[in-house]
């Protein structure tokens, strides 16, 4: 059976990490052609990556090393997508500083520069992403942008407080960026995951903090990266069309919206 994601072209960012190598490994499969984009340190694990996912077909994934920070990086990684693909469908917006926080503490201990750090990333880079695919999704007849935000930002989670407040901006510029585009036939939808049992939640939380966190759910068990495949993969299709500046929660019915 023909996926809906057929052929279509994809760009995920963040994607040599655990969730975002799900990812592109879940849009290959379905048929995707994927953009893989992450930082240079690790460049080597996202073309393997990338290899390993067009390997295994039925579509192809092609790494780019970029800063999502960086303007000239954006326009480097849409020339791939456009030199490569000819469009860009769908964009999935995952990378973000998580694991490098460097655990957890009060905000009254976090410095100004960590702060600044945190929300450059998190929130103006996934801004300049929008803002760097949009030129290309207009010309291809529209698209599908998906942020990822985070239960946090609900939550109010202690200890991460310049991550809460990251989040809570990518929901906030989700519904902006919906109201603005949609003209332009380009959804925005972000997804919020809740405490998902990785290397970098486990890097942050103790495994009782994790265990807490899974019986508190209405489903009550861990959340692993696959869990988040189905919400990001029907966000980026065609069938989610009439759906746009909505954030879909999903962890396990933690959190009720």
Partial sequence: MTSEHSGRVVVVTGAAGGIGGRYVASLTAAGALVVAADVA??????????EKATAAGPGRAVFVTADIT?????????DTAR??????????NNAAIYQGLGGKRHLTALANDEWDRVLTVNVRG????????????????????????????????????????????VDGLTRAAARELGPDA????????????????????????IAMAARGRALGREMAPDDLVGAVLWLAGPSSGFVTGQTVVVDGGGVFT
Avoid: C
């Fill in 70 to 78: 960086s303007d000239d990086d954006w326009a480097a990684t849409v």
């Fill in 126 to 169: 996934t801004w300049q992403a929008i803002k760097a695919v949009t030129p290309l999704m207009r010309e291809s007849g529209g698209g599908r942008i998906v942020n990822i935000s985070s239960t946090v930002a609900r939550m109010g989670a202690p200890g991460f407080a310049h991550y809460v407040a990251s989040k809570a901006a």
């Fill in 83 to 92: 030199r490569e693909f000819g469009r860009i469908d769908a964009l999935v």
């Fill in 41 to 50: 340190p690790l460049a080597e694990r996202g073309t393997e990556l990338a």
């Fill in 186 to 209: 380009i959804t925005v939808n972000a997804v919020a995951p809740g405490l998902v049992s990785d290397e970098a939640s486990r890097t942050l939380n103790t495994d009782d903090y």
